[in-house]
C-alpha cells in the first residue's frame, strides 16, 4: 500500500508553471525538430508511434480485432485490425491515424496547463507499454523501447521544471508533426498517385474525395494547435481578449 501510495504522489505530483522563456524555448526546440530536415527524421518516428496507436485504439473501441503493429525505418508504420472491411468502425479506425497526434497534443497540452507533467509522463510510459504489446517487428520493438528509455530517464532523473519543459517540447512535436504529416500526406498523393493512404482508403468507404480527408486531417491540426497554445499560454488568451 505504501508502494501504491508513492507512485500515487508521482503522478498526481503538481508541478509550478514554467516561466515565459521557459515555454517559448520548448515550443521552439519542438517547432525546430519539426522543421530541420535530420531531426525531423529522427522525432517523426514519435509521431508514427502516436499515428499507429491511434489506428489501434480506434480498432478496439469500434470492436474490430487488433493484430498487430509495424514501425519501419523510413518513418512508415502498419496498423492491421481485423472486422468488416467497410462500415462507420473502418472509417473511424482510418481516421484515427493522422488525427491522433494532434489530438494527444491537445490533451499533452491540457495536462500541462494543470501542472501534471509527472502525470504526462506516467501516462506516456502506460500508453508505450500498451503500443508494445502488440509491435510485430523489431524495427518497431526498438523504437518503442528507446522511447520509453527515454521517458524514464526524464521521469525518475529529471527536475519538475525539466520534467514540463519535456512535455512542452513534446506536446509540440506532435502538434506541429501532425501538421507537418497531413500536408506532406497531400505533396505524397499529389506525386505518386497511389491509392493507399489513408485519405485515399477512406475515399473509396465514403465517396469523399481524399483531398478532403486531408483537409479534414490539416483542420483537426490546426484547431488541435491553437487550443494547445492557448492551454499552454494562457496569458495570451488574456492578451486577446482585452485587446478585443
Do not use: K
Not at 509550478?16 to 531531426?39: C, E, F, I, K, N
Not at 492491421?80 to 467497410?86: A, F, I
Request: charged fraction near 10%; charge should be positive.
Amino acid at each position: 500500500m505504501d508502494l501504491v501510495a508513492e507512485l500515487w504522489s508521482r503522478v498526481t505530483l503538481v508541478a509550478q508553471p514554467l516561466p515565459l522563456p521557459w515555454l517559448l524555448s520548448a515550443v521552439a526546440a519542438g517547432l525546430a525538430a519539426v522543421l530541420v530536415p535530420g531531426a525531423w527524421h529522427t522525432v517523426r518516428h514519435a509521431v508514427t508511434v502516436v499515428h499507429e496507436g491511434g489506428h489501434g485504439l480506434a480498432a478496439v473501441l469500434t470492436g474490430r480485432r487488433l493484430s498487430g503493429i509495424r514501425l519501419h525505418s523510413d518513418t512508415s508504420g502498419l496498423t492491421v485490425s481485423r472486422g468488416p472491411r467497410t462500415g462507420p468502425g473502418m472509417v473511424l479506425t482510418l481516421l484515427a491515424g493522422y488525427t491522433a497526434p494532434a489530438i494527444a497534443s491537445l490533451g499533452a497540452a491540457w495536462l500541462l496547463s494543470a501542472g501534471y507533467a509527472a502525470g504526462l509522463l506516467w501516462a506516456l510510459l502506460l500508453l508505450l507499454a500498451l503500443m508494445l504489446v502488440q509491435i510485430r517487428n523489431w524495427f518497431g520493438l526498438w523504437v518503442v523501447l528507446v522511447g520509453a528509455a527515454i521517458v524514464v530517464a526524464v521521469t525518475f532523473f529529471a527536475s519538475a521544471p525539466w520534467q514540463s519543459a519535456f512535455g512542452v517540447a513534446l506536446t509540440a512535436v506532435l502538434g506541429f508533426g501532425a501538421l507537418r504529416t497531413s500536408l506532406e500526406l497531400q505533396r505524397s498523393r499529389r506525386r505518386s498517385r497511389t491509392t493507399g493512404s489513408d485519405a485515399d482508403q477512406l475515399a473509396a468507404l465514403t465517396r469523399v474525395p481524399g483531398v478532403v480527408w486531408v483537409g479534414v486531417f490539416v483542420i483537426v491540426a490546426l484547431v488541435c494547435l491553437a487550443g494547445s497554445a492557448g492551454l499552454i499560454f494562457p496569458q495570451t488568451i488574456e492578451l486577446a481578449r482585452s485587446l478585443g
